[in-house]
């Protein structure tokens, strides 16, 4: 088991620049969230998905976050247009139910210059 | 909403000292009690869980936990902590009701020789 798969590690880009983040979650897990975590805030739940679905998007900061899961083994973060503020570890995780413990990927580390 | 507290940021303790990170939650209904570790530059670890059953949990790396249901808390502790166990240590919790999952702010420890 290869775990949750995420890319990439590092990602440096300017203001207003597109960016994309991507996550393969660990085969047979319904469930996929995504994560920022900066000192500030701590650990914020910004989206999750079921089966796909998504299922809450109250953390997405605003509309220039966008989540999208396209099939089971794939999901991408977008940040669009991208701001010095969005500086931070994002973090992808998926779960075999709702209730089952979560498994990280080691995260990118956005800097927005 | 769910919430949970770490009521430490930090916890300073020597090589081979007994350590307790505390941890509160607000829940009237069923939960499951999580605790994780992160280490610098990786993704949050499963450290132990506890979805039912007996109170005291055992989990990676000589660490356990105890499920208190009329204090509301889930404290983490080990009976002698190594220099390899500074890391921070995230409390969440779900539930039967709510299909996410809530972190704490963390608890950072930092184990001195």
């Known amino acids: 088991d290869a775990g949750v798969i995420q890319s990439p590690r590092h990602e440096v880009t300017e203001m207003g620049q597109e960016v994309t983040l991507r996550c393969k979650p660990i085969s047979g897990h319904d469930y996929l969230f995504w994560y920022r975590q900066t000192m500030m805030r701590g650990l914020e739940l910004l989206i999750y998905?079921?089966?796909?679905?998504?299922?809450?998007d109250s953390g997405m900061p605003e509309d220039r976050f966008s989540a999208k899961m396209p099939n089971a083994s794939f999901s991408t973060l977008k940040i669009q247009p991208s701001e010095p503020r969005d500086s931070a570890v994002y973090f992808c995780a998926s779960s075999l139910t709702g209730k089952s413990p979560l498994h990280f990927g080691n995260g990118t580390r956005l800097t927005v210059t | 909403a769910q919430s949970v507290t770490q009521l430490d940021s930090q916890v300073p303790v020597f090589e081979e000292a007994p350590v307790e990170l505390r941890c509160n939650y607000s829940?009237?209904?069923?939960?499951?009690l999580f605790w994780y570790v992160q280490y610098p530059n990786q993704g949050l670890q499963l450290l132990l869980k506890y979805l039912s059953g007996s109170t005291l949990v055992k989990g990676i790396n000589g660490f356990e936990a105890e499920f208190n249901k009329s204090q509301t808390s889930f404290h983490l502790r080990k009976p002698s902590v190594h220099i390899s166990d500074t890391a921070e240590y995230f409390c969440a919790v779900s539930g039967d009701n709510f299909n996410k999952f809530y972190f704490g702010s963390g608890t950072k420890l930092n184990v001195k020789p």
């Open positions: 829940s009237s209904v069923s939960v499951y």
């Open positions: 998905f079921n089966n796909n679905v998504p299922i809450d």
